[in-house]
């Protein structure tokens, strides 16, 4: 019976498993995105959620527990300096999981795993689109017909 094992070993022992996700934790904190299979990005993402949410909270025993799943000073201070306040006011969804295709040689399922308030192209997409809404034409045309008049009131002096 499989009850209540829910948990994907990624086909390792324990002790390996720890130190890949580790590793792999302290690499998205440093480069604030990885490229890694779908079931090592899944299982990174609920690794490193709950320390994303422990590291809002800057005391000295936060610190110690997330170093104890780290076990990378740089990381630790990198993600409780730049990237936790950054994050403050998101109550989740930290990270994005994006699937990028097949891998080449063993045909293995590749994803892209990100911080979602790290994603600069897409922040920047966000920030340009102008949000429009729709009023009266009426409206507009004469805030053009204005503005054309204002236009050609100095031309004719």
């Known amino acids: 019976m499989r009850h209540n094992k829910a948990f994907n070993h990624l086909g390792r022992k324990s002790g390996h498993r720890k130190a890949m996700l580790a590793n792999m934790a302290s690499s998205l904190i440093e480069h604030k995105r990885i490229n890694t299979t779908v079931a090592k990005a899944k299982a990174l993402k609920s690794y490193v959620e709950p320390l994303i949410t422990k590291s809002k909270e800057d005391t000295t025993h936060s610190r110690r527990v997330v170093f ?90």
Request: aromatic share 6%.
């Open 68 to 157: 104890s799943y780290l076990k990378d000073k740089e990381a630790v201070k990198e993600l409780f300096s730049n990237i936790a306040p950054k994050i403050a006011d998101r109550p989740g969804g930290y990270l994005r999981v994006l699937h990028t295709g097949f891998r080449q040689g063993d045909a293995a399922d590749m994803a892209l795993v990100e911080f979602v308030d790290f994603n600069e192209a897409a922040l920047g997409a966000a920030t340009t689109a102008k949000k429009s809404t729709r009023r009266s034409r009426a409206k507009k045309a004469a805030e053009t017909a204005v503005e054309a008049h204002a236009e050609e009131a100095p031309k004719a002096e």
